[in-house]
């Protein structure tokens, strides 16, 4: 076992997190990021403690990324992507292609950690994204908080004083095709809105929902200091439309009021989509040469691969940062019961 | 300003290794249904597990969900095989009608106190891995007569005539009622539903009504839009219900108008089942205090970022409802994490453990005042017996030894340096980072 | 004491403080030159031996920059050094030193601005208070 060679293709955390694990078992990884730096999304994402920690895991990938830059045991190949798997006696041949070049390896075994996709807004035409600039998504929010460290409007650089949070862009939506829910959106919404609050005081914040979807013990904490706020309105509406007025600043929202049940016109500073997780869009690419079958959801399904092709983090189905590490852990275990099996 | 700042650095001292065996071997201990995922994952890598259950026979570990396992597919695709798999495999021992009663020792080293039929036997392994059942306890405003907890209902439950036990037909109205008490936990909406489908399958009118669904578990908003396709009714309640005999009453948040509320009124309903909230069982809080891995609320889960699928004292894992309470499938995949965390740690033998990142005590101006040892996160710190005075500790015990003093063991010291600041008669310094580097540090700049 | 630059020592946790001093620099942000960056394996390392060492040095202010609450690598180290500053500042006010002399700054790992926005300020609070 101790010979074998295993590739990890994608550098997100829980690529990572695999090469890691299996580094560390003495195991010889090759891990693979089709982008210049390995990170993954995560590496965009900000810290959302208030006056503590909020738990959001965001730190875990920060640190776990240095250790993996660091770590010599790991053989890190950037700019790279994966062209073709084929089955090669016990092993498969991996192509690797690395900027223009094309290389071959030998694997024992193979670890798809490609990820997912963000749900692309614009989809949601009536949203506005794109169109209106203090429409953001929740990624776009995430990269603000993180190199700017407070929430500013893009259209003027001004502290927003309403900010509207749209839950379930992308997921819930059988329009879209997409019956399933993201897993990671109502967290990461809850406690984005808890560090705006936190950074202005002054700021109102309406948050648009369906269910609230728990993440993880503690998280009644975060919701209980949410309803507890006065300035934080759970609406249980999803609005339908976003517009502003000719030459007028500010965005108008068409929304149900619950508390009449009439539609009304709201108006917002700025307004945050939540957007979800999509298969990723290179999935298909990959299904030929290592037999993999998407789901029903589209995203990949662990039990359809051949053996010696393993799945891990939310390449096959929404997770977020902590449930991806952990289900990255039980697919190296998988992979040394896999590899010891075969010596 | 041009960011020319001095900063002194965790200087890089090159590591001084010392190899330490571990023999692989595992203790796997619980009541709960993951310690079969647990036992199975942790011999198929050739580690000699010992499994220690409080019942009579393998099976009754996971008894309480066999409805479950009836009402979902993939409960069962990762359970029902398991006990077979674990009674077959020879390689596991198992003691059955055993409880764990005391624990202590280091990675590599345990000792862990078994009662077994009123005899106590002590075990040395090397790593341990439990997973305790919670205690399902319903909340008080709702332990009226003829209301059920989940665990209760799923117990009393008859699976094939799709009824309890005392009834002769199927129940006609079921309640679940949900969220009343914390919302963290999801599994009781994915049981409530799954099961609600599958008791609609026997006539039976299903409601389910709760403060938010949770839908945030592989395929559950599919089967959630089916459930409703299929006549199972799913409230959004404002109040908590309020329950008279066989009937429910409360406020529907679903309605538009928070001015005309809409009431809603449930009759004869046979069966109401109300969530209960999980608690930490005894035997888990006992253990967690034995070897001081810290917890909050008597759960180890997610309280630290830093400590995912793992414990801060090395060697030691945990799942199940010492974790944190999850629907099974969610569970699989915490046990089988924790399986290949422990892995990491007895499964190859042996280890390198770096002696120069620790922290070591001088013995002569040690006092034995135990903060060390009581403020130590990894639980690494004894006090312990030397020939002499001032003999270095790290290099192994003298024989005939009369005199206390702390004692790092450096096989699971992570030399963060806790004891080192607190200790009050500065008897702990770290190897590679002594107190006199930051203060000449300090006066020369 | 040359109040318009203040001098700050600034114990920061290998963790969180660390990288997010050097984060802070990665966006270049603005720090004094009269910062002192001292690393230490955890927050909770930062011994009142250390914090009154670099006062007695001629520091005009401490600053430890640690892992926010529930997020020690070390489980409690950064409870502990909170502890330990406010105990610092009771002793201080009660000899006639102000006790903002002494910070306790939560930090995470990618907070670069946050930490030049605590220095900045902490910069300005002594200034005003000279």
């Known amino acids: ?343 | 300003m041009s960011n020319q700042q001095a900063v002194l650095r965790i200087p890089e001292v090159a590591p001084e290794l010392k190899e330490v065996e571990v023999v692989p071997e595992a203790v796997v201990a619980g009541d709960h249904p993951t310690v079969l995922a647990m036992a199975d994952s942790l011999s198929t890598m050739g580690i000699s597990v010992t499994l220690i259950h409080p019942y009579k026979e393998i099976e009754e570990i996971v008894a309480h969900m066999r409805g479950l396992m009836e009402a979902d597919e993939e409960v069962s695709k990762k359970y029902a095989f398991l006990c077979e798999k674990v009674a077959a495999n020879k390689s596991i021992k198992v003691m059955s009608e055993a409880t764990v009663d005391d624990v202590s020792g280091w990675w590599g080293n345990f000792s862990v106190g078994i009662l077994q039929k009123g005899t106590s036997v002590t075990l040395k392994t090397s790593g341990i891995a439990v997973a305790y059942k919670g205690n399902p306890v319903l909340p008080e405003a709702f332990s009226a007569e003829g209301i059920k907890s989940f665990s209760d209902f799923l117990a009393q439950f008859d699976m094939r005539k799709g009824a309890l036990k005392e009834a002769t037909n199927p129940a006609k109205r079921v309640a679940f009622v949900l969220d009343v008490d914390g919302r963290d936990e999801k599994w009781a909406s994915v049981t409530a539903l799954r099961f609600g489908a599958y008791l609609k399958g026997f006539g039976s009118q299903v409601y389910i009504l709760c403060r938010d669904f949770k839908v945030s578990v592989d395929d559950m908003e599919r089967e959630y839009r089916l459930a409703r396709e299929a006549g199972i009714l799913i409230f959004k309640y404002r109040d908590y219900p309020r329950i008279e005999g066989k009937r429910i009453i409360f406020q529907d948040a679903s309605a538009v108008s928070e001015k005309a509320p809409l009431d809603v009124v449930l009759d004869d309903v046979d069966a109401i089942v109300i969530q209960e909230k999980v608690v930490p069982s005894k035997g888990q809080e006992e253990f967690l205090g034995w070897l001081k891995i810290p917890q909050e609320g008597g759960f180890v889960g997610p309280n630290n970022p830093q400590f995912i699928g793992r414990t801060p004292k090395k060697g030691v894992v945990v799942a199940g409802d010492t974790w944190y309470p999850e629907y099974p499938t969610d569970g699989y995949v915490t046990a089988l994490s924790a399986a290949a965390e422990l892995y990491k740690w007895i499964g190859r033998g042996t280890y390198q453990v770096d002696i120069q990142r620790v922290a070591e005590v001088d013995p002569s101006k040690c006092a034995t005042c135990l903060t060390c040892y009581r403020i130590c996160p990894h639980d690494s710190i004894r006090i312990e017996r030397y020939g002499e005075r001032n003999v270095y500790i790290t290099k192994g015990e003298k024989e005939g030894a009369t005199w206390e003093a702390a004692r790092v063991k450096v096989e699971t010291c992570n030399g963060c340096g806790l004891c080192a600041s607190e200790c009050p008669a500065k008897a702990i310094q770290l190897v590679y980072y002594p107190d006199l580097e930051v203060l000449e540090f300090l006066e020369k700049t | ?130």
């Open chain 3, 1 to 130: 004491m040359g109040r318009n630059n203040p001098k700050i020592v600034a114990f920061c946790c290998e963790e969180s403080g660390m990288p997010a001093y050097e984060h802070a620099l990665s966006l270049g942000l603005e720090l004094p030159d009269d910062l002192k960056v001292v690393a230490l394996p955890c927050g909770g390392k930062a011994e009142t031996g250390y914090i009154m060492k670099a006062l007695d040095e001629g520091a005009d202010a401490v600053m430890i920059f640690a892992c926010y609450e529930g997020n020690c690598k070390y489980v409690r180290g950064n409870i502990r050094a909170e502890k330990r500053v406010n105990y610092l500042k009771e002793r201080l006010e009660k000899i006639g030193l102000n006790p903002e002399r002494i910070a306790f700054c939560p930090v995470a790992p990618a907070s670069g601005v946050r930490f030049a926005e605590l220095v900045r300020q902490e910069v300005e609070m002594l200034r005003e208070d000279a």
């Open chain 1, 1 to 343: 076992m101790s010979d074998a060679h295993v590739i990890v293709v994608g550098g997100g955390i829980a690529g990572i997190t695999c090469a890691d694990e299996l580094a560390q078992m003495g195991i010889k990884v090759t891990l693979l990021e089709k982008e210049p730096e390995i990170g993954g999304w995560a590496a965009d994402y900000c810290c959302k403690a208030t006056d503590r920690c909020n738990r959001c895991y965001v730190c875990v990938s920060d640190k776990e990324r240095e250790n993996v830059r660091s770590m010599g045991e790991i053989a890190l190949l950037t700019n790279s992507r994966v062209t073709e798997v084929s089955k090669n006696g016990s092993g498969y041949i991996v192509k690797i292609s690395r900027s223009g070049d094309v290389e071959e390896t030998h694997a024992d075994a193979v670890i798809f950690a490609t990820g997912f996709t963000p749900f692309d807004a614009r989809k949601k035409g009536e949203y506005g994204y794109g169109r209106y600039a203090d429409v953001l998504t929740g990624l776009d929010l995430e990269r603000m908080l993180r190199e700017k460290g407070n929430a500013f409007k893009p259209s003027d650089g001004k502290v927003p004083q309403s900010v509207a949070f749209i839950q379930c862009v992308g997921s819930r939506d059988e329009s879209l095709g997409h019956l399933y829910c993201s897993k990671a959106c109502c967290a990461y919404a809850l406690r984005m809105a808890r560090v705006i609050r936190n950074q202005n005081p002054e700021s109102e914040i309406y948050f648009f929902y369906m269910d609230i979807q728990p993440a993880g013990r503690l998280f009644d904490e975060t919701l209980k200091a949410c309803e507890d706020d006065p300035n934080f309105h759970f609406v249980r509406a999803i609005p339908s439309k976003i517009y502003q007025y000719y030459q007028k600043p500010g965005l108008m929202m068409k929304v149900l009021n619950t508390e009449d049940g009439e539609i009304e016109e709201r108006f917002f500073d700025m307004v945050v989509l939540s957007i979800g997780m999509e298969p990723n869009e290179e999935n298909d690419l990959l299904w030929e040469g290592a037999s993999l079958k998407p789901g029903s959801e589209g995203f990949l399904d662990p039990q359809s691969c051949d053996e010696g092709i393993f799945l891990a983090g939310t390449v096959s189905g929404p997770k977020d940062i902590e449930r991806s590490i952990m289900d990255a852990k039980q697919t190296v275990l998988q992979t040394l019961r896999y590899l010891e099996g075969k010596s």
